[in-house]
């Protein structure tokens, strides 16, 4: 049975139900169509999270909490729409004067640079810098540099031996004509998608080739890095030298300053955005605050679906879960709707089991993994789990299972404790910091057994899921950026996934069949345990104003003003 702690704390929930069900029905409020035609500057938005997500760098830092800052401090060539509907999905030329011209059977990509963009530090952006951006995606390691920017002639040199990167034959550079070519080793229909995200963000040719970690690399958007103490504040002030270029790429902000600060707990967090102490805070709000949300401010709060996961890494090369039998025992094990209500309720997340969430590319609903095998969760199978897990002659070793501190990921742990010591483990939970939760759980050098973590996507399409987590291009031993955090590896579902992605350039539609096909191979083999699809719960202060939230990367701060 479960633990006397974990029913009485579920039962605690089960009373929030009414609360959350108002929450769900009163305040999930469509996206905006459009950004503000006018709004009022100046000002200061003050965020909070519980702890900072890691390094500034943006070649290096691979986190929903910094990737939303990242979109206002830097520029690709292209980038996202900074929209509030579909559009927001939409790939718009940035940097770059235009969208490209694409030539060679979709295999060579030539922009334009426009003309008097600078950096913070009053710099002229050039090709050279372009140029030096990509190389340096590979010789700093970057998490994407295998899966996202390998198809780049050169690149497979750079992987090799990423300090000497040149993408020879890969990059070229027409200064009469101010161009910039691509040449890639066959087509790829996500081309621009991957280089719209922060990772591809041109930066200075003298940055550092190594992770900047606390200090700021100097970029082309609205807003820059003044400071950045993990353990306090990153401070965001206006970049002297940005003069708008596009609207739709990268429209002019409106506050002055954006101080993102570290250290509240959820709890404290909340009230202070009730009070109008903060503007706005990162973590998902407790679960028993969620009825009060839902009812006394209901007008602060907005909830919109996720294309996202709650997930638990399982180390595929580490005891126990080396085994495949314990992998798929803790999915039978794990009872998804507990989960679901120490989130926060069924009305802010759904169960799930399979790798692509609801409503993606290429999904159709799949699992394996419950009492009544099929395409939904219904219930947890632990008879079928105990099975597995006598089979496998595991049963008495000690897992460790590492959490964010926060109060929703500990509560989790703690429930997975609970599962792991039905099935015969020795199990603990040590929460660490969010500031460092998610690169220490990539890095094999602390033999991390299984974790809690979240995924959202960069861009919609099945390989930023699949490929991205699951590829052995994506597993770097030893890496505090090797996001395969499973080390999952098989090379029969990597042919697979190379397939898919040539099968998708001259015919979507199989691509698309093929894509559901790896979702369902991977989710067989049970690197990770999917527990829940989640949906966002965003909390404002009653001073801040137009609130804009895109389907690619959430909140756009900088459209937002203070009153």
Known sequence: MRSQKALAAQKALAALIPGLALLAMTIVSPPS?????????????????????????????????????NYILYDGLVTYKKAGDKTGFEVVAD????????????????????KGIKFADGSDVTSKDVVASFQRIFKISGPTAGTFYNGIVGADACLKTPATCTLDGGLSVDDAAGTITFNLVQPDAEFLQKIAIPHAAILPAGAPLKDAGTDPIPGTGPYMIASYDPNKLMKMVRNPHFKEWSKEAQPAGYPDEIDYEFGLTDEAAVTAVENGQADWMFDPPPADRLGELGTKYAKQVTVHPLMAMWYAPMNNNLAPFNDIRVR???????????????????????PACQILPPG????????????????????????KAKQLVAESGTAGQEVTIITEDSSVSKSIGVYLQDVLNQ??????????????????????????????????????????FLEVLFSCASFTPGSDASVNISGFCDKSIDASMAE??????????????????????????????????PKRVDVVSSRLKNFTFSPQFYWIASQSWVE
Not at 41 to 67: E, S, V
Not at 447 to 460: A, E, L
């Open 328 to 350: 798929q025992a803790v999915n039978f094990a794990i009872d998804r709707a507990a989960i679901i209500k120490l989130f926060g309720g069924s009305n802010l997340a759904q």
């Open 95 to 114: 940097l770059a004067e235009t969208l490209p011209q694409v030539e060679n059977g979709g295999k060579t990509y030539v922009f334009k640079l426009r």
């Open 33 to 69: 169509s459009a950004l503000a035609a006018e709004g009022k500057p100046g000002g200061t938005l003050r965020l909070l999270a519980n702890a900072a997500a890691g390094t500034a760098d943006p070649h290096i830092n691979y986190t929903l909490q910094f990737f939303q800052m």
């Open 500 to 533: 898919a992605e040539t099968a998708t350039i001259a015919d979507p539609a199989k691509g698309a069949t093929l894509w559901t096909a790896i979702d369902k191979a991977v989710t067989d083999k049970a690197p990770v345990a999917v527990l829940f699809t």
């Open 423 to 464: 099935l015969g483990y020795k199990t603990s939970v040590k929460p660490i910091s969010q500031n460092i939760q998610f690169t220490y759980i990539q890095n094999t050098n602390n033999k991390v057994q299984i974790s809690v973590s979240q995924w959202f996507q960069d861009y919609p399409a099945p390989s930023n």
């Open 360 to 383: 993606f590319p290429s999904f159709a609903p799949y699992c394996p993994f419950t009492a009544n095998p099929g395409e939904k969760w219904s219930a947890p199978d632990m008879d």
